[in-house]
């Protein structure tokens, strides 16, 4: 593909652009170390200008940077510049790969209740278990050894990938992308203490995803005793992640791997947690609020706040602490000596 053709497909995100002599074929896109003649890279800032001077790239998507423009004309560079390069370079990237996505069809060993209810130019995989009364919608994805329990909905263009199981009542809107191994709908972990032991407590609950919604490898969103637990629209889960019965996650947030949210938990709009933070049943986290990978929230986070650490504190407070960390056995031999002196 040329350069002056990616350039046009990109569109207004582009803002100005710098072309060879001789307009560059393009063969892919490549990581910046990685780059190699006729391939599509990016710079994401200052921080990485060191890179211009060694790429093998042919094209370079750039900020809004003079000196890096410059660098990469000196260098027979062709680039584009933009605001957002990494917006910019994940649109490019769709320029030249499309996922696999197999012609619609329904295997022979698919078990579908004669119940259900299967919409237009759906793709069904082998050994797909489909239950009573259950609801797929248009354009629906689902690959092999996907199970969908009774009085499941699953809307438009929405994506199943293989080994995952939609338990009952789960409701899943349009142009969801649900990975391999993750579990919706399962019961949540509600048990009531007894002289003898544990009494269980029937989730009878539901748990709904709304569109947009992408759910990662062997991550399990639990459905509540009572009521629904529900993930907004557009928000995304990477792989290994725990949501526990009624938690209600709001649009927009990213919740990162091994993360682990208890019972009830609610978070608003455009949360961000980053790597294994655990969250306490029924905290809460306000719109904006980011959690730092590995902390511990066990109270509720005020709107647009930066936590970190175990029990979480303001981040800017944290890091105050960390520093001094390292020096504690120091300030506690100085300590000693000055109890000592005191003493004597």
């Not at 990581?31 to 370079?60: C, M, Q, W």
């Not at 004309?73 to 197999?102: C, D, H, M, N």
């Not at 919604?213 to 629904?228: K, L, Y």
Request: net charge neutral; with cysteine.
């Amino acid at each position: 593909m040329k350069f002056s053709e990616i350039v046009q497909k990109l569109g207004d995100s582009a803002n100005n652009n710098s072309l060879p002599d001789n307009d560059i074929e393009l063969s892919g896109i490549a990581a910046i170390d990685e780059a190699a003649s006729n391939t599509l890279s990016y710079i994401e800032g200052a921080k990485f200008a060191s890179e211009v001077a060694k790429t093998g790239a042919s094209a370079l998507i750039l900020p809004l940077d003079e000196n890096l423009q410059a660098q990469a004309k000196a260098r027979g560079i062709a680039w584009v510049s933009t605001s957002q390069p990494r917006l910019l370079f994940a649109k490019a990237i769709a320029l030249f790969y499309e996922p696999y996505r197999p012609t619609p069809a329904i295997h022979p060993t698919a078990v579908i209740h004669p119940t259900a209810n299967i919409g237009k130019d759906v793709y069904i995989g082998a050994h797909v278990v489909i239950e009573a009364n259950v609801q797929i919608g248009d354009r629906v994805c689902i690959h092999p050894n996907v199970v969908i329990y009774p009085q499941v909905q699953i809307g438009n263009r929405t994506t199943l990938h293989a080994n995952c199981t939609i338990s009952e009542r789960a409701v899943i809107g349009a142009d969801c992308v649900i990975h391999s191994g993750a579990v919706i709908g399962s019961e949540g972990f509600g048990f009531v203490p007894i002289p003898t032991g544990w009494y269980k407590m029937e989730q009878s609950g539901i748990t709904i995803l709304e569109d947009g919604v992408e759910v990662g490898c062997n991550s399990t969103i639990d459905r509540p005793s009572v009521g629904e637990t529900r993930i907004g629209k557009q928000t995304k889960i990477d792989n290994l992640v725990q949501i526990g019965h009624g938690c209600r996650i709001g649009a927009n947030c990213a919740i990162a791997a091994q993360v682990g949210l208890a019972g009830g938990v609610i978070l608003g709009n455009r949360v961000i947690l980053a790597g294994q933070v655990g969250i306490a049943n029924q905290a809460k986290m306000g719109n904006g609020a980011i959690a730092a990978a590995r902390a511990g929230i066990l109270k509720d986070v005020e709107p647009g706040a930066t936590v970190s650490g175990t029990p979480a504190i303001s981040h800017r407070l944290y890091i105050k602490a960390a520093a001094i960390y390292s020096r504690l056995p120091e300030m506690y031999q100085t300590l000693k000596q000055l109890q000592k002196r005191l003493g004597e």
